[in-house]
């Protein structure tokens, strides 16, 4: 192991560089199973209670005693915006037809919430060895009642300019997402899509740009992209869809069979799921309302509606109006268990050295 990894392990208590992204669905015991292999495993919080953060860290808990990671969403709530809402229902009138749903009742879907000073009591409390913040990070005082917690703190970059704005405030270390990651784009200074870049080229200039450790994220799913990251300057990989491929997500049934049949083109960047960019499998939604909905809701508001079109479909065994997310390494997901899984990802990249 290099000078670079050893210090990035030893700074969070792990055993191997090597992050879990953080993915909401999968089941605790995912996470779990990273952090015991010596990795660090992720919980997603942004969609969570108070009380079912605290039920998740309680799972994880009783499965192991190594370093994990809670992450959050540091987002902006957008003022509602009736008429946009209207709009979009209106699109989606005729799914709804189609599967015998009442546009007059839909029930409200989960929350994306930002972080905020319930979730920060909770930190207090759990005191998680990492935090994670996805779309920038929280207001000031937020984000020093983590700090006063003694947690490390990473924050995301999808662009140089995020990221040195993300060590100006002093986080512990960035986690740089290429194009290529699956789930939603972590960007938060600017909405242009066009300016994201890959992986192979935005670690280098990250490490040249910022004086602290670079976690390289987006496209790695075996030993030959982490070698390839640790040979840009990345400190550790941060990996999802592989993950998501192991038995102990538990991912859904239609999320498991798109995943295991996907190609090199499977995927695409899509707005119709939540109304924020995000990279998941193509089907029927992205297709028939995108990829890229510019009409669709701000974030999270797009999901209410197609929710109960989304749930109908599941029933029937379809995934056509589910967010599948997945990145555009999905083909090479093959192992299938999270420990080995993260042992491979990092013993295998020190082979090929």
């Not at 919980?43 to 005693?65: H, K």
């Not at 740089?176 to 935005?202: N, Y």
């Not at 840009?232 to 239609?254: E, H, K, P, W």
């Amino acid at each position: 192991m290099s000078d670079l990894r050893r210090a990035f392990c030893e700074q969070f208590g792990l055993e191997h560089p090597v992050i879990q992204a953080p993915m909401i669905g999968p089941k605790p015991a995912l996470a779990a199973a990273v952090s015991a292999a010596g990795g660090l495993g992720s919980i997603a919080c942004a969609a969570m209670s108070p009380d079912q953060v605290r039920a998740e860290v309680a799972a994880l808990r009783s499965r192991t005693d190594r370093p994990f990671n809670l992450n959050f969403f540091a987002h902006r709530r957008a003022a509602p915006d009736p008429g946009r809402e209207a709009a979009w229902a209106a699109r989606l009138a005729p799914f709804y037809a189609e599967y015998g749903l009442d546009p007059a009742v839909v029930a409200p879907g989960p929350e994306r919430a930002p972080f905020d000073a319930g979730m920060a009591e909770i930190v207090a409390e759990l005191r998680p060895p990492v935090v994670s913040f996805h779309f920038g990070l929280p207001d000031p005082d937020l984000l020093a009642s983590v700090r006063e917690t003694g947690c490390r703190i990473l924050g995301c970059a999808t662009t140089v300019a995020e990221a040195r704005w993300l060590a100006a405030r002093g986080v512990d270390a960035i986690i740089a997402q290429g194009v290529e990651a699956g789930g939603h784009r972590g960007l938060f200074l600017s909405e242009d899509l066009a300016g994201q870049i890959g992986t192979l080229a935005l670690v280098p200039q990250v490490v040249d740009a910022v004086d602290m450790p670079v976690i390289a994220a987006g496209g790695i799913a075996d030993a030959r992209g982490s070698a390839a990251s640790f040979a840009l300057g990345a400190a550790a990989v941060q990996v999802g869809t592989a993950y998501l491929a192991c038995d102990a997500a538990g991912l859904s049934a239609v999320h498991a069979r798109a995943l295991a049949e996907a190609d090199d083109a499977a995927t695409a960047l899509t707005t119709v799921f939540t109304g924020r960019p995000a990279r998941g499998i193509r089907n029927r939604a992205m297709r028939a309302l995108g990829p890229i909905a510019p009409d669709a809701p701000a974030f999270p508001r797009a999901a209410v509606a197609l929710q109960p079109v989304r749930a109908a479909a599941e029933a029937r065994g379809s995934g056509d109006f589910t967010p599948l997310w997945a990145g555009q390494g999905a083909p090479l997901a093959k192992i299938r268990d999270a420990a080995e899984l993260t042992r491979a990802l990092a013993e295998g990249a020190a082979r090929l050295r």
